[in-house]
């Protein structure tokens, strides 16, 4: 009798699956093999998969001629304040909403839950005027504020929240133990694993963001990293070579933080797929 590991259709479905994987993987092979050749050789026909010879002269040029180090420190900066910022407001409004009784509970609920509808593009303009009324455009506040309102965040950890027990924290808090304590000391260890895959996913999404950070500096040391690949052209033309080399020096920490917390994503990628 086959095994199910033996059976054509395994068969077909793991070549299908390599073959899915190969059509994912070359964009970024290409990236990495373009940025290894010299400018002339990134537009000859036919085209060569196999730089010859492979040579570092973009990336040198990159890191010696922009600024890529400040977009690197102004990327780092502005990620971990929307993480650290949006977890934070997250918990904290999914464990009011989740575990403490107060009068307008369901409506404020609603309403967060209508923030999924309004599109992002409809509030660029109002944010825009904004920080510039409060002096905040060409600023890391202004890249940051606007970024920590995520109503997503909120839903799944309220979605969590919803499946621990009142008793729980009715224990902790005939024990003495307030708000805080319940969430930090008890809530959130419970729920490390979503806490994790959600910091990780927030990072790669802000660190890649390019659209409002694009509209709000406008000056080139206060550019993150996606904005500042813009910067990289020449005005003689488009230096294919250039372009990748800064693609690939701006996805690096991206790519590094997710084979590292690999597993981690996994876990909350497993456990949020099992929210009503």
């Known amino acids: 009798m086959k095994t199910l ?54 990336f040198d040029f990159i890191i010696n001629h922009s600024q890529i180090i400040r977009w690197y420190f102004n990327s780092v900066v502005t990620t971990l304040a929307v993480v650290i910022f949006v977890l934070l407001l997250s918990l904290m409004g999914a464990y009011a909403l989740s575990q403490v009784r107060f009068r307008g509970k369901k409506a404020l609920y609603i309403f967060i839950l209508a923030g999924f509808m309004i599109p992002y593009a409809t509030n660029v303009i109002p944010l825009y005027m904004l ?14 504020l606007p970024q920590l309102v995520n109503p997503i965040a909120v839903v799944i950890y309220k979605q969590f929240f919803d499946q621990m027990p009142l008793e729980m924290s009715d224990a902790a808090k005939m024990d003495g133990a307030g708000e805080f304590r319940v969430l930090f000391r008890i809530f959130v260890p419970l729920n490390l694993a979503i806490t994790w895959a959600l910091a990780i996913i927030l990072s790669i999404w802000t660190w890649n963001n390019f659209f409002w950070p694009y509209i709000i500096e406008n000056t080139t040391p206060m550019m993150t990293i996606p904005v500042g690949i813009t910067q990289t052209q020449s005005s ?39 929210i009503k």
């Open 5 to 58: 590991t033996s059976s054509p259709l395994a068969w077909v479905s793991r070549a299908l699956t390599i073959l899915l994987g190969c059509v994912w993987i070359f964009p970024l092979y290409w990236a990495i093999n373009t940025s290894l050749m010299a400018e002339p050789n990134t537009v000859m026909r036919p085209p060569s998969f196999i730089p010859r010879p492979p040579t570092l002269e973009e």
């Open 131 to 144: 920080m510039v009324k409060l002096k905040m455009s060409n600023t890391y506040w202004g890249i940051i």
């Open 236 to 274: 003689y033309g488009v230096h294919f070579g250039r372009d990748m080399a800064t693609a690939v020096l701006a996805a690096i920490p991206t790519v590094v933080l997710y084979v590292v917390f690999q597993r981690r994503v996994a876990q909350g990628v497993a456990i949020t797929s099992g």
